[in-house]
């Protein structure tokens, strides 16, 4: 059977080799090294044995993909060729060396058996260079994976492999959108090695004073920037037996308008444009989302994070386009896409789910939304003509009903009105809650110009004519449409 003996070389000097690893480099067997910049390696080179390294490669491929395909594909044949092989990397062979995670995955589909010999890597001695402890909170990255970095790290980052001044400058301008140029950084270079050196700095001076290489390691201690688990932390604290009184006494029901009332003061915001308005807001909205999900831990029923996990499986189901092999060109396809998704998601009781919109929404989003679901089951009009002649249908058995002074036959008929009028503005894909919302924010900006108006006569509001109030009513328009 083939088999490759993957050997850890350790952090670059030979003398932090384990016996193992040593009695593998000095068995005979064809010998191929990742790279012999790893000091070790050049030190085995010096007995004059045959072996072999893959540098060449990386200079000739153009992305490191390549290169790592080319050297696992070259392992694979030796290893079938020759039986068994020694591979040797630098550092630990399970850390940071992604020909070995390739060679993991590809050598059980051709039968070749694989042997890993443990090696010190880079992080021990970094650890010990910096005075951390590991079980404190240490994340560590490739130079070439920041990607995945979203937010300031919460423990000590560690960023790995920084080979070069311009992979360096990229790193730096990375960081830069979560960390102040201020936060500061120790560079890390040859750890574990007779040539090691460290400097400290701030982080927008990261990518000037230092030579950079394969050894060269950049590290952070952790941001004093909050995160969302500081927030359910605190959350947790005030639900604690000794923490607040009227938090520990809240439930699901009783946070029910907080919510409400929160997710509104997040559309004025909107409206406002204010962006300190709007940050504020959508805290106070994400408090309740936290204050939920707590109440539902405390009664193992689930936790913050089984929300999020549930919203990102919604979201990649949703978006197939994205995330699938799906293709949608402009809004419209992904649209079209999105509600194909919902049709598979909905249970098949079509008319239960119709019918389940949400009772404590506000009356005039819940017509919208229940005239909405009707439409996607096929309860609609073919055009707006039909919305429109309904709702003037609608008016006149109001006007009747107003005449007969019907007090009954008056709040049914414009409670219609009302719900035609909703299924026009649906229609016209306008949303009706946000619409009268921002009519609201009209009047009462005009009519304060009226008060205003009033007060500088020194009189009452009801002494003035309704002639000289609508007078100052067109005045607030006109000066709304020249601030516009």
């Known amino acids: 059977m083939s088999k490759i003996v993957i050997v850890g070389l350790g952090p670059g000097n030979p003398k932090y080799l384990t016996r193992e690893a040593q009695r593998q480099l000095c068995s005979g067997k064809p010998l191929y090294f990742r790279t012999f910049v790893h000091p070790s390696a050049r030190y085995y080179a010096a007995f004059g044995r045959k072996i072999y390294s893959f540098d060449r490669f990386y200079d ?21 060729r020759h039986g068994t092989i020694c591979y040797a990397v630098p550092g630990h062979p399970l850390v940071g060396e992604t020909t070995v995670q390739r060679l993991i995955r590809i050598c059980p589909r051709f ?51 920084v080979y070069n001044r311009s992979l360096a400058s990229r790193v ?20 574990g090695m007779s040539r090691e050196r460290s400097w400290k700095m701030p982080l927008s001076a990261v990518d000037r004073k230092v030579q950079f290489d394969h050894f060269t390691t950049i590290c952070l201690p952790p941001s004093e920037s909050s995160t969302i688990f500081d927030l359910i932390g605190i959350m947790d604290r005030l639900r604690a037996e000794d923490g607040c009184p009227w938090d520990r006494q809240q439930t699901h029901q009783s946070l029910r308008q907080y919510l409400v009332e929160e997710a509104y003061e997040v559309v004025s915001a909107i409206d406002s444009g204010n962006d300190q308005s709007l940050c504020d807001e959508l805290g106070d909205l994400l408090l309740q989302v936290v204050f939920h999900s707590q109440i539902a831990r ?4 689930f936790d913050f994070s089984s ?16 995330f699938g ?10 649209k079209t896409l999105w509600e194909q998704v919902k049709a598979g998601e909905r249970k098949d009781d079509k008319e239960q789910f119709i019918l389940s919109v949400d009772h404590a929404l506000p009356a005039l989003l819940k017509a919208f939304k229940l005239q909405k679901r009707a439409a996607d089951g096929g309860f609609d009009w073919p055009c707006i003509k039909g919305p429109l002649e309904k709702a003037r249908e609608e008016l006149f058995e109001l006007e009747e009903a107003c005449i007969n002074k019907d007090q009954v036959a008056i709040e049914e008929e414009l ?22 919302g921002k009519t609201i924010g009209k009047f009462i900006e005009r009519f304060r110009h009226v008060i205003a108006q009033a007060a500088k006569k020194g009189r009452p509001l009801s002494s003035f004519s309704l002639e000289e109030l609508d007078q100052w009513w067109e005045e607030a328009k006109k000066i709304r449409k020249i601030n516009n």
Not at 63 to 79: K, M, P, W
Not at 139 to 153: V, W
Not at 298 to 301: A, G, I, P, S, V
């Open 325 to 334: 092999k799906k293709k949608a060109d402009n809004a419209c396809q992904v």
């Open 415 to 436: 409670g219609d009105f009302l719900f035609t009028v909703v299924n026009i503005a649906r229609f016209l894909g306008v949303n009706p809650e946000l619409a009268l």
């Open 60 to 80: 000739h491929c153009s992305n490191f993909e390549q290169v790592y395909r080319i050297i696992t594909g070259s392992l694979v044949r030796a290893a079938r």
């Open 111 to 161: 039968g070749i058996k694989l042997q890993l010999i443990d090696g010190l890597s880079f992080i021990e001695p970094l650890l010990s260079r910096l005075k951390l402890d590991l079980l404190e909170g240490v994340t560590i990255l490739d130079a070439l994976a920041l990607d995945h970095l979203k937010e300031p790290c919460r423990n000590h980052l560690v960023i790995a492999q």
């Open 172 to 191: 730096k301008l990375r960081l830069l959108e979560l960390y102040s140029p201020e936060h500061p950084v120790t560079v890390v270079k040859a750890a």
């Open 307 to 322: 929300i999020v996990d549930s919203i990102i499986a919604k979201m990649i189901r949703r978006h197939p386009h994205v």
């Open 298 to 301: 405390e009664e193992n029923r």
